[in-house]
């Protein structure tokens, strides 16, 4: 009786077997897809180190891995009765094998922590695996052939603790890596500095607001190729350690597509295990994503040893296999220090250091065998393709009539390459990719012009709105009014417009999207210059309002196209807008009684200080204001200031965009630089058009700050007209003056 309980229960099992069997393939489907989405951005950013941007070692991709992993984990499910059953179980461990082959670039991108705890999950996985396999080894030893043994279960289990280990002792010197990679970047950058120093101030040390775009390219491309050179995904990628890794499964996947062939044994015979035919669509899966992780794993070790080419014949060998300080440094630090440990008297502690010292020595040790067995397994591969690499260098030449020389420019550039200790130097093929996509990426900026906000700067004559939107005669409703952003006021005064009555839909909807294309360059400018940190909270405020009022025409909760149609005209509306904002902020200060978070306006909730902003502005605008000015003549007018304040903002631009490549962060370093690169193509029509008005003297420092300028206008006409720059016309000091 408990016999049929039981075969009724195990039958039942059995018949939900291909579901799991669906799951596994299903998850080795999505780490094959990774791949090959790795794959083919590398090809088409022309990178064929391939970092990882889907394929990452993490939490994610190694849970996924699990559940790929279940067939040799699986000590229950017979699975020798068909050599599809038998490869589907063990071709498993050397799919494991090339993905964490595959995953090791992406070790550059972490930090020590998540180094240490990803690493910690893979060694699991793999202890795991192995434990499994040397079971089934052990209790199935009569019924396997001694050859499947040696091919199907040996080989692959080598070759993923072969993985294992090599990225064991890549991930030991990541932050060892990161810190020279630091140090040299700081030491390349002083020059660049200097350099940039004299392209933005000139030789007199006052601010050169007239520099070319050119000049700004160049230099901006020196910050391009450290960045690129130095990513550490792709000194990850050019070690000599994943290099041997990849040649190892490279080597190893030859040896099994020979066997097999050989062998004459498909995996299309029929499956029998409880998996069904989901054992097919997990072999041919896998398969697949083993052959893409080679040809991926092959170019990174071609790549690699082309750059080892042009070093080889000139290095000797015991040049070529010195073991540098940074391989090992990380493990000397962890043998020597004692740091963290709270040692106490008893004598059971100096076993526990001498252990310590003794299986760190031990690491040590087989760091410098796998660093040592590498360098010498690129040395001679270096040494083999080296003859072909010359061969076809000379064929390029004859083709192109021409020798391939240095210019000025990219020996320039070259000395910007950042190299570790023992690196072979990066071919000027390389250098010449570094700068092509940087001009790409120029190109790609251009074909997003903001033309909205062309159209909007265009009726900047010149930058008297920032004087005007902001009258100091009316009297702050608080003890003190909170200094301005550039954002904040653009954001007021076009609520204020669309507020407006009698205002065409078309007409609301072209300031809106002209307005959206400045704000996004204006909070650059002030994102990558301000250093004030009061000035944070009110970018936050302008940020939140403009949300609002760009996908709901609101400010504030206020339906600006409706709550307004009573209004006989722009003033009543002004005035009802500057009653709404007073009211706001005086409710904020009825139930304020603490002096000091009244006096802070970093204190202030959002809502009042957009209210006070409004307060402010409405009746400047209103002390302005005539009579006779129609509907059409304000929203010209506030359309105007908007051009004006905004105008102001961005002459600040190029200088935004080379402080843009400021990053010190290696692992957002290349993605900071390529954003500048980027704006600097987009913004290109709108830099030239503000540059055309010139700007005060002010230095680059105080350019960001829209108080600054405020302080220009506030001067007497004498002071005002001194202070305006070369560029500005006879006409131009007339309406500063009056203005003013």
């Given at each position: 009786?408990?016999?049929?309980?039981?075969?009724?229960?195990?039958?039942?099992?059995?018949?939900?077997?291909?579901?799991?069997?669906?799951?596994?393939?299903?998850?080795?489907?999505?780490?094959?897809?990774?791949?090959?989405?790795?794959?083919?951005?590398?090809?088409?950013?022309?990178?064929?180190?391939?970092?990882?941007?889907?394929?990452?070692?993490?939490a994610a991709s190694l849970t996924v891995l699990a559940v790929a992993m279940k067939l040799p984990m699986d000590l229950?499910?017979?699975?020798?009765?068909?050599?599809?059953?038998?490869?589907?179980?063990?071709?498993?461990i050397f799919f494991l094998s090339t993905t964490v082959s595959n995953f090791m670039p992406s070790l550059g991108s972490?930090?020590?922590?998540?180094?240490?705890?990803?690493?910690?999950?893979?060694?699991?996985?793999?202890?795991?695996?192995?434990?499994?396999?040397?079971?089934?080894?052990?209790?199935?030893?009569?019924?396997?052939?001694?050859?499947?043994?040696?091919?199907?279960?040996?080989?692959?289990?080598?070759?993923?603790?072969?993985?294992?280990?090599?990225?064991?002792?890549?991930?030991?010197?990541?932050?060892?890596?990161?810190?020279?990679?630091?140090?040299?970047?700081?030491?390349?950058?002083?020059?660049?500095?200097?350099?940039?120093?004299?392209?933005?101030?000139?030789?007199?040390?006052?601010?050169?607001?007239?520099?070319?775009?050119?000049?700004?390219?160049?230099?901006?491309?020196?910050?391009?190729?450290?960045?690129?050179?130095?990513?550490?995904?792709?000194?990850?990628?050019?070690?000599?350690?994943?290099?041997?890794?990849?040649?190892?499964?490279?080597?190893?996947?030859?040896?099994?597509?020979?066997?097999?062939?050989?062998?004459?044994?498909?995996?299309?015979?029929?499956?029998?295990?409880?998996?069904?035919?989901?054992?097919?669509?997990?072999?041919?899966?896998?398969?697949?994503?083993?052959?893409?992780?080679?040809?991926?794993?092959?170019?990174?070790?071609?790549?690699?040893?082309?750059?080892?080419?042009?070093?080889?014949?000139?290095?000797?060998?015991?040049?070529?296999?010195?073991?540098?300080?940074?391989?090992?440094?990380?493990?000397?630090?962890?043998?020597?220090?004692?740091?963290?440990?709270?040692?106490?008297?008893?004598?059971?502690?100096?076993?526990?250091?001498?252990?310590?010292?003794?299986?760190?020595?031990?690491?040590?040790?087989?760091?410098?065998?796998?660093v040592l067995v590498s360098k010498i397994l690129v040395f001679f591969s270096a040494m083999i393709v080296s003859p072909?690499?010359?061969?076809?260098?000379?064929?390029?030449?004859?083709?192109?009539?021409?020798?391939?020389?240095?210019?000025?420019?990219?020996?320039?550039?070259?000395?910007?390459?950042?190299?570790?200790?023992?690196?072979?130097?990066?071919?000027?093929?390389?250098?010449?990719?570094?700068?092509?996509?940087?001009?790409?990426?120029?190109?790609?900026?251009?074909?997003?012009?903001?033309?909205?906000?062309?159209?909007?700067?265009?009726?900047?004559?010149?930058?008297?709105?920032?004087?005007?939107?902001?009258?100091?005669?009316?009297?702050?409703?608080?003890?003190?009014?909170?200094?301005?952003?550039?954002?904040?006021?653009?954001?007021?005064?076009?609520?204020?417009?669309?507020?407006?009555?009698?205002?065409?839909?078309?007409?609301?909807?072209?300031?809106?999207?002209?307005?959206?294309?400045?704000?996004?360059?204006?909070?650059?400018?002030?994102?990558?210059?301000?250093?004030?940190?009061?000035?944070?909270?009110?970018?936050?405020?302008?940020?939140?309002?403009?949300?609002?009022?760009?996908?709901?025409?609101?400010?504030?909760?206020?339906?600006?196209?409706?709550?307004?149609?009573?209004?006989?005209?722009?003033?009543?509306?002004?005035?009802?807008?500057?009653?709404?904002?007073?009211?706001?902020?005086?409710?904020?200060?009825?139930?304020?009684?603490?002096?000091?978070?009244?006096?802070?306006?970093?204190?202030?909730?959002?809502?009042?200080?957009?209210?006070?902003?409004?307060?402010?502005?409405?009746?400047?605008?209103?002390?302005?204001?005539?009579?006779?000015?129609?509907?059409?003549?304000?929203?010209?007018?506030?359309?105007?200031?908007?051009?004006?304040?905004?105008?102001?903002?961005?002459?600040?631009?190029?200088?935004?965009?080379?402080?843009?490549?400021?990053?010190?962060?290696?692992?957002?370093?290349?993605?900071?630089?390529?954003?500048?690169?980027?704006?600097?193509?987009?913004?290109?029509?709108?830099?030239?058009?503000?540059?055309?008005?010139?700007?005060?003297?002010?230095?680059?420092?105080?350019?960001?700050?829209?108080?600054?300028?405020?302080?220009?206008?506030?001067?007497?006409?004498?002071?005002?007209?001194?202070?305006?720059?070369?560029?500005?016309?006879?006409?131009?000091?007339?309406?500063?003056?009056?203005?003013?």
């Amino acid at each position: 009786m408990d016999y049929d309980f039981d075969s009724a229960v195990q039958k039942q099992l059995d018949e939900a077997m291909p579901w799991v069997g669906l799951y596994i393939a299903a998850a080795s489907a999505v780490c094959t897809l990774a791949i090959a989405a790795d794959a083919v951005n590398g090809f088409r950013q022309k990178k064929l180190w391939f970092p990882c941007k889907y394929t990452s070692l993490n939490a994610a991709s190694l849970t996924v891995l699990a559940v790929a992993m279940k067939l040799p984990m699986d000590l229950n499910t017979v699975m020798i009765k068909s050599h599809t059953d038998s490869v589907a179980k063990f071709a498993s461990i050397f799919f494991l094998s090339t993905t964490v082959s595959n995953f090791m670039p992406s070790l550059g991108s972490m930090n020590d922590k998540e180094v240490l705890a990803n690493f910690i999950g893979l060694g699991i996985l793999v202890i795991a695996i192995m434990g499994n396999v040397g079971i089934q080894i052990i209790e199935l030893q009569r019924f396997l052939k001694r050859g499947a043994v040696i091919v199907d279960i040996m080989i692959p289990s080598v070759v993923m603790l072969v993985s294992l280990t090599t990225c064991m002792s890549l991930a030991v010197t990541v932050s060892t890596m990161k810190r020279g990679l630091k140090s040299m970047y700081e030491e390349k950058q002083k020059p660049a500095l200097e350099e940039e120093e004299i392209m933005l101030c000139g030789d007199s040390g006052e601010a050169n607001y007239n520099f070319k775009i050119d000049d700004q390219r160049r230099h901006m491309m020196k910050y391009w190729v450290m960045a690129e050179s130095s990513n550490p995904q792709f000194v990850m990628a050019r070690s000599v350690v994943c290099t041997t890794s990849a040649m190892i499964c490279g080597f190893s996947y030859f040896i099994l597509a020979s066997v097999s062939i050989l062998d004459g044994s498909t995996p299309n015979a029929p499956a029998k295990s409880a998996y069904g035919i989901y054992t097919k669509w997990i072999v041919h899966i896998q398969a697949t994503g083993q052959l893409i992780a080679i040809i991926v794993a092959m170019l990174r070790w071609f790549t690699v040893v082309m750059c080892r080419c042009s070093s080889t014949s000139s290095n000797s060998f015991k040049t070529e296999i010195n073991i540098e300080d940074y391989w090992i440094q990380t493990l000397k630090d962890w043998r020597d220090g004692f740091s963290g440990l709270e040692i106490g008297a008893n004598r059971w502690w100096k076993y526990v250091l001498d252990v310590k010292w003794c299986v760190l020595t031990f690491c040590i040790g087989l760091q410098i065998f796998i660093v040592l067995v590498s360098k010498i397994l690129v040395f001679f591969s270096a040494m083999i393709v080296s003859p072909f690499q010359f061969f076809f260098s000379h064929i390029k030449k004859l083709v192109r009539h021409a020798p391939d020389s240095f210019t000025d420019a990219e020996l320039n550039l070259s000395r910007y390459v950042l190299l570790l200790d023992g690196e072979a130097e990066l071919p000027i093929g390389f250098v010449k990719s570094m700068c092509r996509k940087a001009d790409n990426m120029i190109q790609t900026g251009r074909k997003k012009q903001p033309s909205s906000l062309v159209n909007l700067l265009q009726k900047s004559v010149n930058f008297n709105g920032v004087g005007q939107f902001n009258n100091r005669q009316i009297p702050s409703l608080l003890c003190q009014d909170p200094p301005n952003c550039w954002t904040l006021p653009v954001v007021t005064l076009t609520s204020i417009a669309i507020a407006l009555p009698n205002i065409a839909q078309h007409q609301r909807k072209q300031l809106l999207s002209s307005v959206s294309e400045g704000l996004s360059l204006a909070k650059i400018v002030e994102k990558t210059l301000d250093t004030r940190a009061q000035l944070k909270h009110i970018r936050k405020v302008a940020s939140a309002t403009w949300v609002e009022l760009l996908l709901y025409s609101k400010w504030l909760d206020i339906d600006l196209t409706r709550a307004f149609l009573s209004c006989k005209n722009s003033d009543e509306v002004l005035q009802e807008l500057a009653n709404r904002a007073e009211g706001m902020v005086m409710e904020f200060k009825r139930g304020v009684h603490d002096p000091i978070v009244e006096e802070n306006p970093i204190n202030w909730p959002l809502k009042v200080v957009a209210a006070n902003s409004m307060y402010i502005i409405s009746n400047s605008i209103l002390m302005s204001s005539s009579k006779e000015e129609t509907t059409e003549e304000m929203l010209e007018r506030l359309s105007v200031m908007i051009a004006d304040i905004l105008a102001a903002c961005l002459t600040n631009l190029p200088y935004a965009i080379t402080k843009m490549c400021h990053q010190n962060s290696i692992e957002k370093r290349e993605k900071r630089v390529r954003e500048a690169f980027l704006l600097l193509g987009k913004t290109e029509k709108v830099v030239e058009l503000v540059r055309q008005q010139g700007r005060p003297f002010l230095d680059n420092d105080k350019a960001t700050y829209i108080e600054e300028w405020r302080a220009v206008f506030q001067h007497d006409e004498v002071a005002s007209a001194s202070t305006w720059s070369d560029e500005c016309n006879s006409e131009k000091y007339l309406d500063i003056i009056v203005d003013c």
